[in-house]
């Protein structure tokens, strides 16, 4: 008698959700309880996670393209050399997932300059358009949302402050995708802990340093907490740094104060995401769709205060700009495991067209990092490639790895930097040009031109060193 054998289900493609803040240090994850609760303890954390251009648009591109920018061709926030206008939106990820019946809803900030020619514009391969219009994105409170092509204005009151209003309409919009039959991709990107500019100045906002605003709830929540300062802070010695960072003089009292009181401000800043991120994670676990939903938390870029003098910012190539938080939670994802490989921002697209199935428009020079997640043992041979532009150096640009051991960076202008992360964390002895490290630093030169203008595959050159 012949028997007869059931078709397996067809397994299920998860939803992703991808929660993104802007300018936030992978350190500061410590003061967030909830996203340490419920995604740290829940999920993976990549404690090496750097983005491969340390810049609000350039980031934001990579993500969305799977692709570094010198393939994706947005090099800066503004036209010409970048801004929303320079990314060919009709072949990004959102236009891949909804070519596979992918619900794809973004909310919140979008790439830099968005809706300055057309407010009402919705970008290609969006199925859900909630995106904060510029230059209004920056406004903690007065800002305006496109929602779907309709523009809503939302006043300057202590109700509306933004990011709470975001993490409302991210709840409603998860209600909404899970009663329909098709997964979803949402990218919830939030302003915090990003500096406002455009809007009101609070009292004990510091002179010459540009801060956010925090919620009611939150301010001086963190007023008693100390900055953090390793050897690179106000950096005595700078002599061996590259021009941009040679014109920074010695941080004055004043400048001191102000960027604590910076960063405490960010630190509260973040709060109310951290709050939001518990009213997302509630709402999938009420409508059942937690544990289908791959959900990851990061960051376009770190942030300076006061490393090798630089009082604010990002742009240049060192661990304060280049390091992000990566927390990885979802169907298959360890619990509680934190791994210390290299990884980038660069990973993320193709980690989410993985595990959805997708097949990505462009070459990915990137990888997925669900094998690494499922078998932490793997350890990816190749480097990290940092790509960027000096904008206080007159826009010098560079390009160098991030090894495991060693950064190399080289300079349009000739000028060179190597560290030893090993024995020198905070990257305050340059060794290039030093004759004793020049086996290394040859070393380091050729797995650059490797990877300088690498394109998928060959940007996965493999690293003969650590």
């Not at 050897?231 to 102000?258: H, M, N, V, W, Y």
């Not at 993985?354 to 020079?365: E, F, I, R, V």
């Amino acid at each position: 008698m012949a028997c007869s054998v059931a078709a397996a289900a067809p397994q299920r493609r998860p939803n992703v959700l991808v929660i993104e803040t802007d300018d936030q240090t992978a350190a500061s994850l410590r003061t967030m309880p909830n996203v340490n609760r419920l995604l740290v303890d829940a999920g993976t954390t990549f404690d090496n996670a750097f983005a491969s251009y340390a810049l609000c648009c350039p980031s934001r591109a990579t993500f969305l393209t799977g692709q570094y920018a010198h393939n994706h061709g947005v090099f800066a926030n503004v036209a010409p050399r970048g801004g929303y206008y320079k990314l060919r939106g009709e072949n990004t990820l959102p236009v891949w997932l909804r070519n596979v019946s992918y619900q794809t809803i973004h909310l919140g900030k979008y790439l830099n300059e968005y809706g300055r020619e057309d407010p009402t514009e919705v970008p290609p391969g969006w199925t859900g358009w909630h995106g904060l219009v510029d230059p209004s994105t920056y406004h903690y409170y007065g800002f305006t949302f496109n929602d779907n092509g309709r523009l809503r204005n939302f006043v300057p009151a202590t109700a509306y402050y933004q990011t709470d209003v975001m993490t409302d309409k991210a709840v409603r919009l998860i209600g909404r995708a899970s009663d329909r039959k098709r997964p979803f991709f949402m990218w919830a990107a939030y302003l915090a802990p990003h500096y406002q500019f455009g809007g009101p100045s609070e009292p004990d906002d510091p002179e010459g340093i540009p801060t956010p605003e925090p919620s009611p709830l939150d301010r001086d929540s963190f007023a008693s907490e100390p900055l953090p300062m390793d050897e690179s802070f106000d950096e005595a010695d700078i002599a061996d740094k590259p021009a941009p960072i040679q014109d920074f003089p010695p941080l004055t009292e004043e400048q001191r104060a102000g960027i604590q009181e910076n960063y405490q401000q960010e630190l509260e800043s973040l709060q109310a995401v951290d709050r939001g991120v518990a009213r997302l994670i509630e709402a999938l676990r009420a409508k059942r769709e937690l544990r289908d939903t791959l959900i990851l938390y990061t960051a376009d870029n770190g942030y300076f205060h006061g490393e090798h003098r630089i009082p604010y910012g990002k742009t240049l190539p060192y661990e304060p700009a280049l390091r992000i938080p990566l927390v990885v939670r979802g169907p298959g994802v360890p619990r509680g495991v934190r791994l210390p490989q290299l990884v980038s921002n660069v990973d993320m697209a193709p980690t989410i067209l993985d595990a959805t199935g997708t097949s990505p428009g462009l070459p990915q020079d990137g990888v997925s990092l669900l094998p690494l997640i499922r078998d932490g043992r793997r350890l990816p041979a190749r480097d990290i490639l940092i790509e960027g532009r000096a904008v206080h150096g007159g826009g010098l640009r560079f390009a160098g790895i991030r090894g495991r051991r060693w950064t190399y960076t080289e300079y349009s202008n000739g000028e060179r930097e190597l560290y030893d992360l090993q024995t020198d964390p905070a990257q305050t002895v340059n060794h290039a040009f030093d004759p004793s490290f020049s086996a290394v630093e040859n070393d380091l030169t050729r797995r650059l031109a490797a990877v300088q203008w690498c394109r998928g595959k060959g940007c996965r050159a493999p690293a003969a060193r650590p």
